[in-house]
């Protein structure tokens, strides 16, 4: 297994906030990296569909104004990754970009991996 390590997170955003989002998630990457991501992607769905027993969009409860991102930011490990991750919260730019969000923290989900092929 790779020492690498990948946190990631899907949330819905509201299509009206999209630009919204894509400054946030900018200056989420830049506060990310600054603080030992490798690497941050972000994504906007294209093509997912709801499914008979869970999707991405069911996963989020979507609703007809909104559309799934879904983003990732990889680490050298998990202790690397729980480091920055107090360093982010601790940071002042992350309290005050938390102050107006463009997604709804009650839907989003997050989650972290060790990776296991590839990188």
């Known amino acids: 297994m790779s020492e690498k390590y990948v946190d990631s997170f ?5 299509k009206s906030k ?10 989420m990457a830049m ?3 600054k603080h030992g991501a490798l690497e941050y992607v972000n994504c906007i769905a294209d093509d997912v569909k709801p ?3 869970t999707s991405f969009p069911q996963s989020v409860k979507l609703g007809e104004d909104e559309v799934v ?3 990732w930011a ?4 998990r202790e690397d990754r729980d480091r920055a991750n107090k360093a982010i919260m601790a940071d002042d730019g992350f309290k005050e970009l938390s102050q107006n969000l463009p ?3 009650k839907r989003m989900f997050t989650g972290g991996f060790a ?5």
């Not at 899907?10 to 509201?14: D, I, T």
């Not at 990889?74 to 490990?77: A, C, E, F, L, W």
């Not at 990776?115 to 990188?119: A, E, H, K, S, T």
């Open 10 to 14: 899907v949330m819905p955003v509201s």
């Open 18 to 27: 999209l630009e919204d989002y894509k400054k946030f998630a900018e200056k």
């Open 31 to 33: 506060l990310a990296r």
């Open 51 to 53: 499914g008979s027993e």
């Open 69 to 71: 991102v879904m983003s």
């Open 74 to 77: 990889v680490y050298k490990s």
């Open 103 to 105: 997604v709804d923290g």
């Open 115 to 119: 990776v296991l092929r590839g990188m």
